[in-house]
């Protein structure tokens, strides 16, 4: 036995003959090493292996430590630190002369969980880790609702009912807080009645007892199914995961009535969460370690101790497997001091908790430095007949390439932008990206050739994306839902309104300082910005700020066990494989974010096929100055201001409707896009048909304004519903669209003068109109199925 500083079990299982054993999940060696001295040393046991449960280091975490002392092997899975061997699904090992050992593997809350069963007589025993808990299961934080009811109802079901449940964590109260809103049956009143009189209950439980009361077992039980308002037995497990991440500690009747009424309404109820964090002087624990030949567990000499119960924590996560996650959810880890989370509700670090003016600091940063990022994807493309002539060429492909390549730039940026952020914050990369868009657009500026203008451009682009793959998750950070609109109006009109002021504004430099102070003041623009930044702005992501707290207890209080109530288990390098695969990954498997980010991508890129025909067109056809053509997208423009005003209007009061009826639903968001819907290929008709009869210039230009409009509660209102929908990864659902978008506003426009050349004005825009008829209706099929399809367990996807 060992003195504990949480109650994370390690177990240390010794077969009685040989006394050969092994220490299971050994996290925290500073406890562990001085029992195991004196064990050896006195010779009750021969250790031979290390075991671990799965990767996570509140597990697997003293791994290198132990083996300074023990160099043995270490069983366990792929991604377990130091890992020596890990044993295939079903196969065996032996602990001396009779224990024998089963290697059960159950991928859900890690891809390598592993738990081990053990035979020794008439004696069985099941070493869960976090799969199964006494009365509860483990978070799905790398895999989904399937996995965990294999795990559960297919692998450890199988096992005898009389096998003896030793999980990784003591959070059966927590548990039982949760499972008695849910079945009140003898069973479940059995459980709670124990967990309240009882300070442990590890091998306390058998498979069969958990087969009564624990409801992720009971997934096929008509009460539990009723309860939650599914049938098939994944939903069911969706259901109960999803309530059990949100639910807090409150009235039990309170509980109830919340997941009644979900089931009722058919959708997840709004359960507020409570975000507390660690009493940081935490007494220590006694955990014990059983072996599966001894029915009684090690005691703990300071009884004392052992007659209290550990204080309470309500902490809150995020569920990074759950692809539509509603909100941050309660950790399973409830009960743990070693969690560092929030210091209440009202913890001023907590970027919800900011005040006003600092809250609209970062937002008013990060939508000024999206404007201009986006402003200087069009600024140039008045001045690139002046570019053509300089560098001598003649080529059509360039002269259109040279001004996408920018949004080119914006495609590639975010997939390596968007992790790093999640690593390191998304406070260093403003600075760092904000830095280099200074550098390549100063390097623009220089350039002796076209072919290194084309290069300078495309890294602009690059890091010209951090605020455009960042700033919905920052927006996500320090708003709350009631606020999200009206920040999400301000910092969309970056990516909307800043390529059409482009040309505008770079129509008169070009015409009066030549096409190079384009790069010039663009850069001069972005110094000021950066400044502003690195004054401004402070960190906004939960992840990265509670990381850095949960650094400073460890030194201050020397307790290496604390973690983060955010912290995956991941090492850096697996953290930033998978935020690098997450967004593609979000793209091709959601089919709300695919066809989402498909719909804003082709309407996103008319704007840019615009710049290759308004040009010329008002230039040659309308008899527009030089200096003035960029004037013609003006229409765009007030239409994109008008609808911005619209939105915010209108979804606030959208908002605070459906709230009031309680009825609030992210697809709620898509109400004001069906406009929209409608106005884009009307106005491209208008456009086209317009140009092509040679009607007075005002007339293309209103068609224009209403295409704006369109765009903009398009754009608007897909960012919204995706930032509500995917809060957790936000910063990757919008890397993701930003990637689509822009590599469609990239291709398109290389396509226009022959489309025109082809069709005529007339029709070929027509035929844009036409693509985006067919697109109508997305909005409506996901006002109506969308929150079945983010909630179906089909969808959900391992993150």
Same mark, same amino acid.
């Given at each position: ?63 290198? $430590? ?72 483990? *978070? ?66 058998? /498979? ?101 119960? %550990?204080? $309470? ?14 909100? $941050? ?37 990060? %939508? ?40 080119? #730039? ?10 790093? %952020? ?71 009109? #970056? ?13 008169? /430099? ?11 003041? @663009? ?39 604390? *973690? ?69 997208? @003006? ?57 092509? =009869? ?19 509660? /398009? ?35 290389? =396509? ?48």
């Amino acid at each position: 036995m060992w003195e504990g500083t949480g109650n994370n079990y390690a177990y240390l299982v010794t077969d009685d003959k040989t006394k050969e054993s092994v220490i299971i999940d050994p996290a925290n060696p500073p406890e562990v090493l001085p029992v195991l001295k004196q064990q050896t040393d006195s010779g009750n046991i021969k250790l031979t292996n290390i075991v671990n449960t799965h990767h996570h280091r509140d597990h697997a975490g003293g791994n290198a $430590e132990l083996l300074k002392q023990y160099p043995l092997p270490i069983i366990g899975g792929k991604d377990c630190d130091k890992v020596s061997k890990t044993p295939s699904h079903n196969s065996t090992f032996k602990i001396g002369e009779g224990i024998k050992v089963t290697a059960l593997h159950t991928p859900c809350h890690t891809q390598d969980s592993i738990c081990y069963y053990m035979e020794d007589g008439n004696d069985r025993a099941v070493f869960t880790g976090d799969t199964l808990f006494i009365g509860g299961c483990g *978070r799905f934080f790398e895999g989904n609702a399937k996995e965990m009811h294999k795990a559960l109802n297919e692998v450890l079901a199988a096992l005898p009912d009389d096998t003896k449940v030793y999980p990784g964590h003591e959070y059966t109260k927590s548990n039982v807080k949760f499972g008695v809103t849910i079945s009140q049956d003898a069973a479940m009143k059995n459980l709670e009645s124990f967990a309240n009189s009882n300070k442990e209950t590890q091998g306390k439980f058998t /498979i069969g007892d958990e087969k009564k009361h624990n409801v992720f077992m009971r997934v096929n039980d008509a009460e539990i199914q009723k309860k939650v308002g599914e049938t098939d037995p994944i939903g069911v497990m969706t259901k109960l995961r999803e309530l059990k991440n949100s639910i807090r500690v409150m009235n039990d009747n309170k509980i109830r009535n919340i997941i009644e009424r979900s089931a009722v309404e058919g959708h997840d109820a709004d359960i507020p969460s409570n975000a507390r964090t660690l009493h940081e002087n935490a007494s220590k624990q006694w955990t014990t370690s059983p072996s599966p030949t001894e029915i009684d567990s090690l005691q703990s000499d300071k009884d004392t101790e052992k007659d209290g119960e %550990s204080k $309470e924590v309500s902490t809150q996560t995020t569920p990074i497997p759950s692809l539509h996650s509603k909100s $941050e959810a309660e950790a399973e880890e409830q009960d743990d001091p070693n969690i560092v989370g929030w210091d209440g509700d009202d913890d001023p670090n907590n970027p919800l908790n900011w005040s006003n003016k600092k809250k609209w600091a970062a937002i008013g940063i990060v %939508s000024v430095t999206t404007l201009l990022t986006s402003l200087g994807s069009s600024v140039f493309a008045p001045g690139v007949p002046m570019v053509m002539e300089e560098f001598h060429s003649s080529s059509q492909t360039l002269e259109g390439f040279v001004v996408s390549v920018f949004v080119l #730039g914006f495609a590639f940026g975010p997939l390596i932008i968007a992790p790093l %952020s999640e690593m390191f914050g998304r406070l260093p990369l403003y600075h760092a990206s904000a830095f280099l868009f200074v550098i390549f657009n100063i390097a623009c500026a220089v350039s002796t050739s076209l072919n290194q203008l084309i290069v300078f451009r495309f890294f602009a682009g690059s890091f010209g994306a951090a605020p455009l793959a960042l700033g919905g998750g920052t927006i996500a950070d320090v708003t709350s839902k009631e606020q999200r609109a009206t920040a999400m109006a301000i910092w969309v009109l #970056g990516p909307t309104v800043g390529p059409v002021i482009g040309p505008i504004v770079g129509g008169f /430099i070009s015409h009066y300082l030549g096409w190079r102070w384009n790069f010039y003041i @663009l850069g001069i623009a972005a110094v000021c910005t950066f400044i502003g930044g690195i004054i401004l702005m402070k960190e906004t992501y939960a992840v990265t700020i509670l990381k850095r707290k949960t650094r400073r207890l460890q030194k201050e209080t020397g307790n290496m066990a604390l *973690r983060s109530k955010l912290d995956t288990g991941l090492t850096p390098g697996r953290l930033f494989r998978y935020s690098i695969i997450r967004p593609t990954k979000m793209l091709v498997f959601s089919p709300i974010l695919f066809s989402i980010s498909l719909y804003v991508a082709v309407v996103y890129s008319y704007v840019y096929l615009m710049f290759t025909t308004v040009t010329v067109i008002f230039e040659t056809q309308y008899g527009f100055p030089s200096d003035l053509v960029g004037l013609a997208f @003006l229409g765009i423009g007030i239409g994109c201001l008008s609808a911005q005003l619209t939105f915010t209007y209108v979804a606030n009061r959208s908002y605070a409707a459906h709230m009031a009826k309680g009825d609030f639903t992210p697809e709620h968001r898509l109400e004001t896009m069906i406009p929209g819907a409608f106005l884009v290929p009307i106005s491209l008709f208008w456009y086209g048909w317009s140009v092509q =009869a040679n009607v007075q210039w005002m007339c293309p230009i209103i068609g224009m304004s209403f295409f704006g409009f369109g765009l903009l509660l /398009i754009y608007m209102a897909a960012n919204t519903y995706l930032i509500d929908v995917f809060t957790s990864h936000a910063a990757s659902a919008m890397a993701a669209t930003t990637v689509l978008r822009s590599v469609a506003a990239a291709i398109l426009p290389m =396509a226009g003068p022959k489309l025109y050349a082809a069709l005529g004005y007339g029709w070929g825009n027509s035929l844009l109109g036409f693509i985006a008829a067919a697109m109508i209706p997305i909005p409506f099929i996901f006002l109506k199925y969308g929150e079945r399809i983010r909630t179906s367990p089909r969808f959900q996807l391992k993150l």
